[in-house]
């Protein structure tokens, strides 16, 4: 069954906003912490933010810290991406995933979205 589903991707234009959600079901709701990775054409997988469900701890990369931000609400079972001051090197495609702090901040997870395309066009 379908754990959990991306939305919000789309193209703008850079210094443009965004705002991601990935909405969890089934098991991957008992998962402590949400996160989301990137990946580029060509590059490797690359963590970007997490939040953990219960006292909403979060971690978010170097790369996007001071732009993006990673928040939840608990009676959805929807964690956000807002993507602020976008840029063109943000183009990738954005998964959500399921699983505890440590292991998502080391890009082990227990659950993995389908993804959701996010085009920066400069």
């Known amino acids: 069954q379908v754990q959990l589903v991306e939305s919000g991707g789309g193209l703008v234009q850079a210094g443009s906003s965004l705002r991601l959600s990935c909405t969890a079901s089934?098991?991957?709701?008992?998962?402590?912490?949400m996160g989301w990775f990137r990946q580029a054409p060509g590059k490797e997988r690359e963590f970007v933010a997490l939040?953990?469900?219960?006292?909403?701890?979060?971690s978010v990369a170097d790369s996007v810290k001071g732009r993006f931000a990673i928040s939840r609400d608990i009676a959805k079972d929807t964690v956000y991406l807002q993507m602020n001051s976008l840029k063109p090197e943000d183009t990738a495609v954005y998964y959500c995933?399921?699983?505890?702090?440590?292991?998502?901040?080391?890009?082990?997870?227990?659950?993995w979205g389908q993804g959701t395309q996010v085009t920066v066009s400069s």
């Open positions: 995933a399921a699983g505890d702090f440590r292991g998502l901040r080391r890009g082990s997870y227990d659950y």
């Open positions: 939040i953990t469900w219960a006292f909403a701890s979060t």
């Open positions: 089934g098991r991957a709701t008992s998962s402590p912490a």
